[in-house]
């Protein structure tokens, strides 16, 4: 089992719409939790850490589930910018080091 | 300004040679990463450095070996070239190197080894 699993898509999504991603980790003793997002050609960067509690910053939510060991990112009201892959990401070990799933890629549709 | 910044963009070159990826960050963070994206996109990391000292280094091959000669540099040089090499070389740094950092990347190193 891969330590972080995402679907990879595509998701082609009309423009407006609401999609959700999930991803799946393997070890229970990961501690914390990120989304970044790649455009095509660019770097990774942040979009947002997971709390425990959930968390939310503007038309994104992102959600932990430990018993169930997963993460979800929500995004409301989708837009043309939106287009992207997103990156699943979590710190298994405590440490610096981050383990990053293959990535979800994200169409927007006008 | 850029914040994370990496020589050179681009990097074409033949099967066997050495080749030396740079990169710089102006944030004044502790730990500096290297990772390699394929071309399946699954990025994974190779080495982190804080402060100038080895923390991780992943079962990578010893023809690559990373160098930090302050904590806002840190370079990776790749020696005997193989096919299986070419990638994007993605730099990063954090500001701590603990658990809820947030990295930042670099723009990448795209190599193709011909």
């Known amino acids: 089992r891969k330590e972080v699993e995402q679907d990879p898509g595509p998701f082609n999504v009309p423009e407006g719409a609401t999609v959700a991603f999930n991803c799946t980790y393997s070890n229970s003793a990961s501690q914390s939790f990120f989304w970044y997002r790649q455009d095509c050609r660019k770097e990774p960067k942040l979009l947002m850490s997971v709390y425990s509690s959930g968390n939310e910053d503007g038309r994104f939510t992102a959600q932990l589930n430990r018993a169930s060991q997963y993460i979800s990112l929500l995004i409301r009201d989708s837009k043309l910018s939106d287009s992207a892959t997103y990156l699943c990401?979590?710190?298994?070990?405590?440490?610096?080091?981050?383990?990053f799933g293959t990535g979800t890629r994200l169409t927007i549709i006008p | 300004d850029t914040a994370v910044s990496q020589t050179p963009k681009y990097l074409v070159t033949q099967m066997g040679n050495d080749k030396s990826i740079k990169c710089e960050q102006n944030l004044g963070h502790d730990t500096m990463y290297w990772y390699k994206q394929d071309s399946k996109k699954f990025l994974k990391i190779m080495f982190s450095?804080?402060?100038?000292?080895?923390?991780i280094n992943e079962t990578v091959p010893n023809r690559f070996s990373p160098k930090s000669p302050d904590k806002a540099h840190l370079n990776l040089h790749i020696n005997s070239l193989e096919l299986g090499d070419s990638a994007v070389y993605f730099c990063?740094?954090?500001?701590?190197?603990?658990?809820?950092?947030?990295?930042?990347f670099g723009p990448g190193t795209r190599l193709t080894v011909l």
């Open positions: 990063a740094s954090s500001p701590r190197g603990d658990s809820t950092d947030t990295q930042y």
């Open positions: 450095y804080n402060n100038k000292e080895l923390i």
């Open positions: 990401v979590v710190n298994i070990g405590g440490n610096e080091k981050l383990t």
